[in-house]
């Protein structure tokens, strides 16, 4: 039976009845973690979940463990932001963790095969109780990095000051993300920050600023590849990729 409104799947279009709704509450009801969140439907045209489902999220939020549940905590606040809900306990519950992760003063690590920095090492022992270097970079690296994702995916404004801490982070991909994040709200204040943090470690990380679409980002992303051959290739492609796109748009 065709539904009155469709609600389209993320990545996947299914017409939902009212029976389909009642089963993905009683199975959001039981969730306990990150991966067994079902696919939520796509908001209708005012940008809100189904009242049911929004319920249903609400009431999980309250039910899980602050400390054994954090991360759903957090999807559920993103999720939430991003279907409007008024209630500003989940911007502060999502403003709170980063602010306590951004605060930490955690040594740069880059990701790679049979290397671990020194510092980050040495960072990672001296925590009570100490922590294997995959375990602390999952806590203290990929975990926040995952947090930002979730403030990202709101859209909200409110996360700029945030975001623009992320900026000055040692571990390459929290202040990626936060760029990335920056880029998505337009907010034009950070581009050179912005330029500088890349101008600092990889000249090919100067295709980033191409994705903003902004003439100032475009000469900044010039400005720095322009010493690296293999990175000014890579923005001059950025660009008339990006370029390209919007011609066969206009057509």
């Avoid at 319920?55 to 039910?63: K, R």
Wanted: proline share 6%; charged share 30%.
């Amino acid at each position: 039976m065709r539904c009155a409104s469709a609600f389209i799947l993320f990545l996947v279009g299914v017409c939902h009845a009212h029976d389909d709704i009642d089963k993905l509450v009683e199975s959001i009801k039981s969730t306990r973690t990150v991966f067994a969140l079902p696919q939520l439907p796509a908001r209708a045209v005012d940008g809100k979940f189904d009242s049911r489902i929004a319920q249903a999220l609400a009431e999980l939020f309250d039910s899980i463990s602050e400390t054994e549940h954090s991360e759903l905590r957090w999807l559920i606040s993103s999720q939430l932001m991003s279907a409007k809900d008024p209630n500003p306990r989940y911007f502060l519950e999502l403003e709170k963790e980063l602010k306590w992760f951004l605060s930490l003063d955690v040594p740069s690590f880059i990701e790679s095969p049979g290397h671990v920095p020194s510092d980050f090492q040495k960072w990672c022992e001296a925590l009570v109780p100490p922590m294997s270097p995959q375990e602390c970079s999952d806590t203290y690296v990929w975990k926040p990095m995952r947090l930002l994702l979730y403030a990202h995916l709101t859209k909200d404004t409110r996360f700029i000051p945030l975001f623009r801490q992320g900026l000055t982070a040692a571990q390459e991909p929290i202040w990626r993300t936060s760029a990335g994040s920056l880029g998505l709200l337009n907010d034009r204040e950070s581009l050179p920050k912005i330029a500088r943090k890349i101008a600092g470690s990889d000249p090919t990380r100067a295709i980033m600023l191409v994705e903003w679409d902004d003439p100032l980002a475009d000469q900044l992303a010039l400005d720095i590849a322009k010493s690296d051959e293999k990175a000014l290739s890579m923005v001059r492609k950025k660009m008339e990729g990006r370029e390209e796109r919007k011609r066969n748009l206009r057509k």
